[in-house]
């Protein structure tokens, strides 16, 4: 089982960025894929980014070309770079094990609130 422990999050003003962090333990970090999905309220979980051990990502329609999703094998973390952030972007995200098919595995950080205000 994949621990995660995300960070980052917070209030900002439409237009600004904000990096969030997901630190795993209990498995081996660089065979691993991991993901960021994000839950609105009264909206489903929904992914946001995905980057396999190989740094082969995709994104979510919504965030293409604001967003970044990388990733520090020597540090055991995940990043999630988000710029030109709009009020849309609020969410709770959370950061997510996922396995050789980009799915969830069923790992799940306790994710990290991002509000966005217009």
């Known amino acids: 089982q994949v621990q995660l422990v995300e960070s980052g999050g917070g209030l900002v003003q439409a237009g600004e960025s904000l990096r969030l962090s997901c630190v795993a333990s209990g498995s081996t970090f660089q065979i691993n894929g991991f993901g960021w999905y994000r839950q609105a309220p009264g909206k489903q979980r929904e992914m946001v980014a995905r980057?396999?051990?190989?740094?082969?990502?995709n994104y979510a329609d919504s965030v293409k070309g604001r967003f970044t999703i990388s990733r520090d094998n020597a540090k055991n973390t995940v990043f999630l770079y988000m710029n030109s952030l709009k009020p849309e972007d609020t969410a709770v995200y959370y950061c997510?094990?996922?396995?050789?098919?980009?799915?969830?595995?069923?790992?799940w950080g306790q994710g990290t609130q991002v509000t966005v205000s217009s």
């Open positions: 997510a094990h996922v396995d050789y098919r980009g799915l969830p595995s069923g790992s």
């Open positions: 980057i396999s051990p190989v740094r082969v990502t």
